[in-house]
């Protein structure tokens, strides 16, 4: 399996893959990984211009760590394959199907990616695959998405477009998104990918976005799609486990190895009824912890 289809993913930050200004230094901001849009970002009489930006930024620009995924055009387009073979060609970590409906989409998307990695001579499985999901048939098709390839690190939610097929709209409460937010967390958790939440678009409004974020946290998202570097340091907070969190979990994590050892199953930790329930939760606190640099502990 490619070691970076676990990596940490809190924010996803969307670019136009057309404009060298944008694309040139985005990983001062530190988002943890940057969206090189070749769709919505980009007239449609502009597509091979952006391409062209595209594959000269991602052989000549250091990103330095930061990941790199290209969002190609729909496959009902004629751009897909060659925004493929341009994205493998220039080095890209992953592509982003846009408005992904079924299984077959992800395959399809996927024997692209083999046939171009084969010919630029990238290592198979270098490139993984994220889907988005925009419709209401996908989201109820997301299981067999989430399951479609070995390559698929995760799924997004694009509200935009999912609202309009809802026949609403974007509200700012978050309600005409919640049956989807979930069933799309709950599907990806089923198949062991990622999920992701969508853009939010009022940049004025920092406080309604941090009550967004929070949301979505409590959720279960890994993270979030954002269009601002202002945005990077809200998600990384909120996602960003606390040192009362860590100490916690460190805590729960070494009783219950303790406990077990000594055929203890139920027992308190900090007047906290803990059993073996709760293990795979502080593991994922403190490796989340580790992975945003903030652990100094042992374990």
Known sequence: MNPNKKRLRRT??????????????????????????????VAENQKDAARFSLFHALRSIDYRGCERVVRINGLDSPYWKEDIRCSVAGGCDAIRI??????????????????????????????????????????????????ASDRLFGVALSGGDYTKDLQTHITGTGIELMGARQNLVIAARAAGVQCFDTVYT????????????????????????IINPRQINTVHEIYTPSQKDIIFAEK?????????????????????????????????????AKASGVYKGDL
Do not use: W
């Open 12 to 41: 996803m930050m969307f670019l136009n893959a057309q404009k060298p200004g944008l694309i040139k230094d985005p990983y001062i901001y530190k988002p943890d990984s940057i969206m090189l849009d070749l769709e919505d970002a």
């Open 98 to 147: 846009p408005k992904t409906e079924t299984e077959e989409d992800v395959k399809l998307v996927e024997k692209e990616v083999v046939r171009a990695e084969r010919e630029f001579g990238r290592p198979e499985g270098s490139v993984l695959i994220m889907a988005a999901v925009e419709s209401a048939r996908g989201v109820m098709n997301a299981l067999e998405i989430c399951e």
């Open 202 to 225: 009022d940049l004025d409004n920092m406080e309604g976005f941090r009550q967004d974020v929070e949301t979505i946290h409590l959720m279960g998202f890994d993270g979030k799609s």
């Open 252 to 288: 729960v994590v070494k009783e219950i190895d303790e406990k077990k050892a000594q055929g203890i199953g139920v027992f308190t930790v900090d007047g906290k009824m803990i059993d073996i329930a709760f293990y795979d939760g502080a593991k994922r606190t403190i490796s989340l």
